[in-house]
Structure formats: structure tokens, C-alpha cells
């Protein structure tokens, strides 16, 4: 049974340490059976205070005095995030970051997730076998039926910037729903369709600003 919330109290920081939480407990799983707020603040590099209150959004899930068990929290947390069930998805592009993304897909899409097909416009790739994946690329003027037929609502953008909102609007016509963007534009949609940007560019930006202003005493990956 899937824990009951209320989606008010929900932010995008919150679902963010959500998953870095899962990881840190993945790291703990064979060795420990239980953990506590404090231990797990420590990895965080924030409060106990902050992980109980992140974690008191979704439920009580920890024994005063105590702390969580390890494995049930791990549940929970994969419940909550909607990775206990296979989540099918589409690639949309296949340049440099479409490639770094299907040469690898268990590393970098983990649990939960599988990738269904590979959609590209330049020609010469078109048709081109993926062998590790066991998927040919497909022809980009057929997404949008592809996602019709197929019931898809989540897609990877990994196409050219310059044609990103066009490609992510035609995508979000044929019905996805989610879309993590890996481009450098800002896709401009209303609210009920979810965007998450990956923009590697930007998150290096930021790391370079705490570099020079004393690293990670003052504020990376913090509330």
C-alpha cells in the first residue's frame, strides 16, 4: 500500500534528497538493519531534524528512539518515488547525450525504469541496431504515433536545443506526460505536465561557484 501524503507540503528539494536518501540506504543494506536520522543527516551533509522532517511528509515510517529499518525504508522510499513497478520510457534524440544514455541504460536510468525506443531524425542513424539495448532507431516523424499506440508518458529530450520546445510540444500532444530534459533549453509548459532539466552545463557552473568560494563548506547539495 502506497503511503498517503499531502502533495502541499511537497517540494522539488524534498523529492531531490528523497533519492539521494534511497542511495545512501542501497549502501547501508548489507551491512546494517537499521538507521538513524542522525547517521543518515551525516551522509547528507544536513540535520536530523531535516531528514525527519523530509521523511514525516510521506509518513511515519521510523521507531522513536530507534530509527528505521533499513529495508522497509528502502521500500518505502522506492513506493513513494514509483520505482517498486517497471516504468516504461522514450529516448528522443540520439547525438552525444542519447548515446552516454543508451550505452549504459541500468546505470544511468536504474530501478524502475526501461527504455522502450530510440527516436532520431538525422537519417544515417536512422536504423542503425543498439545492440546492448536489442532496439533499432526509429524515425523521429513517427513518435508521435509511437507514443499513441504504445500508451507512453514519459520521455527523455536529448535532442538539439534549437528544436527542443517544438520537439517536447509534439511529444506532449501524443500524450507523455514527464519529461526529463537534457538540453539547455527551458521547455515552456503548464504545470500538469512534469519537466525535470538535467542540464549538466548549469550544475558545473555551480559547482565551479563553490570551488572558488570554499567548496562544500557552504552549500552544496543543502536545503
Not at 542522525?38 to 510521506?58: C, P, Y
Not at 528505521?68 to 552525444?96: A, C, P
Not at 500532444?173 to 504545470?191: H, S
Request: cysteine-free; glycine content about 8%; hydrophobic content about 40%.
Amino acid at each position: 500500500m502506497k503511503p498517503k501524503y499531502d502533495e502541499k507540503d511537497i517540494s522539488g528539494r524534498i523529492v531531490s534528497r528523497l533519492t539521494l536518501y534511497l542511495n545512501i540506504l542501497y549502501d547501508f543494506l548489507e551491512t546494517k538493519e537499521e538507521i538513524n536520522s542522525i547517521e543518515l543527516a551525516s551522509k547528507m551533509n544536513t540535520t536530523a531534524v531535516q531528514v525527519r522532517k523530509d521523511l514525516s511528509t510521506f509518513g511515519e515510517f521510523g521507531v522513536r528512539g530507534k530509527g528505521y529499518q533499513v529495508r522497509h525504508l528502502i521500500e518505502t522510499i522506492e513506493s513513494i518515488l514509483g520505482i517498486d513497478e517497471e516504468n516504461e520510457l522514450i529516448l528522443v534524440g540520439y547525438g552525444k547525450m542519447g548515446k552516454l544514455i543508451a550505452s549504459n541504460t541500468s546505470d544511468v536510468l536504474g530501478k524502475g525504469f526501461k527504455l522502450l525506443d530510440i527516436f532520431e531524425k538525422d537519417p544515417e542513424k536512422i536504423g542503425e541496431k543498439i545492440k546492448n539495448l536489442d532496439l533499432t532507431i526509429k524515425d523521429i516523424k513517427d513518435v508521435a504515433r509511437y507514443i499513441k499506440e504504445n500508451n507512453v508518458h514519459t520521455a527523455i529530450l536529448a535532442v538539439n536545443s534549437n528544436v527542443a520546445q517544438s520537439v517536447a510540444q509534439e511529444i506532449v500532444d501524443a500524450g507523455v506526460e514527464a519529461i526529463l530534459n537534457m538540453t539547455t533549453t527551458k521547455l515552456d509548459f503548464p504545470d500538469d505536465i512534469a519537466i525535470v532539466r538535467a542540464d549538466i552545463s548549469g550544475r558545473l557552473k555551480e559547482l565551479n561557484f563553490w570551488r572558488k568560494f570554499q567548496g562544500s563548506k557552504f552549500g552544496i547539495d543543502k536545503d
